[in-house]
């Protein structure tokens, strides 16, 4: 028996290959297939810097926390040209096997979700979801701050007044707007040379929530050109449920305390 190729081996390039079986004789189907796998992967890249970015601001060391953000913003743009990749595809070509995915969804995906709770939007209906009835990872990753968690924590430590609230909630809450963590944000952006590691945070955190809310938009473009005003499958109604969570936005404050500014 001739042995695999050490890339072969090393990375199971022979099994990844076989993952992909098209359900139908439609020539976009493999196509779908291969990136919702590529996306899938990406996810997991994404929240595995975004750990390490927590765990950094766990330690107070912002320039490593930095370094992870970093990495996962470029992960992050890959992520929007997936949606590019897609859009090649046309209106009837994606009809013509979309039938084959019954139920399927990506609200359904574990890493998708995961991701979403790594950053924070950990609504409720989803959290006592993933309870009853969710995957392991995202059960552990309820059991543990978010990133946004970590860095208001991190904040605290440094003298900064970041209300009790915020800090003292469990793990599994979803932050909320706080006008003095709005506050914090103010103070850190007035005076960023005194600031600097706080500003550099808070820059490298804005840049993921740009690039998730850029994934978003791009998303939605996507299913408009692709289904119109069709409901979306696994049980949503499509571009409508798109446009709605598209005016969600990760650090609220982040966004919010500009306007004081």
């Known amino acids: 028996m001739t042995q ?9 390039m022979d099994e990844l290959h076989e993952l992909q079986n098209p359900r139908s004789d439609a020539r976009g189907e493999l196509n779908f297939i291969l990136l919702s796998h590529v996306k899938e992967l990406l996810f997991r890249a994404v929240t595995d810097d975004l750990d390490t970015a927590r765990a950094g601001l766990g330690r107070d060391d912002v320039p490593d926390a930095c370094l992870a953000l970093a990495r996962a913003v470029r992960t992050q743009r890959v992520l929007v040209a997936c949606w590019e990749s897609m859009n090649g595809m046309s209106a ?19 890493a998708y979700r995961t991701l979403e709770f790594v950053m924070g939007n950990r609504p409720r209906d989803k959290v006592d979801a993933t309870y009853v009835d969710g995957h392991p990872l995202l059960r552990a990753e309820l059991a543990k701050p978010s990133l946004y968690d970590a860095a208001l924590a991190h904040l605290a430590r440094q003298g900064y007044a970041v209300p009790a609230d915020c800090l003292e909630k469990t793990p599994a809450q979803q932050h909320e707007l706080s006008a003095g963590v709005e506050g914090v944000w103010l103070e850190v952006y007035r005076d960023s040379t005194k600031h600097h590691a ?12 740009y690039q998730f809310s850029h994934w978003r938009a791009t998303h939605l473009l996507v299913v408009e050109r692709m289904l ?22 990760f650090f609220p404050e982040l966004w919010t305390f500009r306007t004081q500014l």
């Open 4 to 12: 695999a190729p050490e890339y072969v081996a090393y990375a199971r």
């Open 92 to 110: 009837d070509e994606f009809v013509a096997f979309r039938h084959v995915l019954g139920d399927a969804s990506g609200v359904q995906s574990f």
């Open 198 to 209: 706080a500003h550099r945070l808070g820059e490298a955190l804005l840049e993921v929530a």
């Open 228 to 249: 119109g005003g069709k409901n979306g499958t696994g049980g949503s109604d499509g571009a409508p449920w798109l446009r709605a969570i598209n005016e969600h936005r």
